[in-house]
């Protein structure tokens, strides 16, 4: 699979159409539980709603990104909060945190031993990890549509494009182990999540996420892949008068040894 890509991230779709991402992952803060005078690094902050989540507690939250359009969008909607273009393979602070936080985000991260390192060295000994992201099957049949239509249209280059990392319970709470964490809490679980477009939301969601498939394909012919991909997943994403994505997500607390 090739692994280099190019994701184009609008901020302003991502917070019409697909805020489910942040409403999920109130519960991972929960998980986390943020303390008064905390220092935590909220990883993959996106448009920084559960940044400001964190602060709310009495957190000293630092919410980084790697999509500049995503923290100029955090920065408008919260000014009073730190967020920085960084990336997750790449951290670089003057001083370790209490806590790192990531809600759908590692699964984005193909060089994955590097950003668990990073995590690691970026923690206090003691200190929490507490994170959320996409497991082994995690919208699977979206995956395959994808595949099969680029294929279908002589797009080869495009469909095997290796753009996300969903990994089982077992694969990743041992790469965790094995960078000197202790996981103390670790579940895989189903959620199917109800897309906000009724019309169009397995294409809406593609176009989201998946756009680095349709990097260099005439803007003519996308519409035409979209709909293939959205009528091959018909009869597995959508019921009740509504589109589904058939999340797999993993949900993990560690402590730093």
């Not at 200190?127 to 049949?141: A, P, S, T, Y």
């Not at 293939?228 to 560690?254: C, H, M």
Request: glycine letters at 8%.
């Amino acid at each position: 699979m090739i692994s280099i890509y190019d994701t184009t991230w609008n901020a302003t779709l991502y917070d019409d159409k697909h805020n489910y991402v942040a409403k999920y992952g109130e519960d991972v803060v929960r998980l986390l539980a943020p303390q008064n005078g905390e220092r935590i690094l909220d990883l993959g902050c996106g448009t920084g709603h559960l940044t400001h989540l964190m602060a709310q507690a009495g957190a000293r939250v630092i919410g980084i990104d790697n999509s500049p359009a995503m923290i100029h969008r955090a920065q408008a909607a919260y000014p009073d909060l730190d967020f920085r273009v960084m990336s997750a393979t790449d951290l670089h602070f003057d001083a370790p945190f209490d806590a790192v936080f990531s809600n759908a985000t590692l699964h984005w991260v193909l060089d994955k031993e590097s950003a668990v390192e990073q995590v690691a060295r970026s923690l206090k000994s003691g200190g929490r990890f507490v994170l959320e992201m996409g497991g082994k099957g995690n919208v699977e049949e979206i995956v395959v549509a994808i595949r099969k239509v680029l294929n279908r249209h002589g797009y080869y280059g495009n469909a095997a494009i290796q753009l996300w990392y969903f990994p089982s319970l077992s694969e990743y709470t041992t790469l965790l182990e094995k960078k000197g964490f202790r996981v103390r809490f670790a579940a895989h679980f189903d959620r199917p999540t109800e897309l906000k477009d009724q019309g169009n939301g397995i294409k809406e969601f593609v176009r989201m996420f998946g756009n680095a498939f349709f990097n260099d394909i005439p803007e003519n012919e996308i519409d035409t892949v979209l709909t293939e991909i959205q009528d091959l997943v018909r009869p597995t994403n959508y019921r009740n008068g509504s589109w589904f994505g058939n999340y797999k997500r993993l949900r993990i607390a560690a402590t730093k040894l």
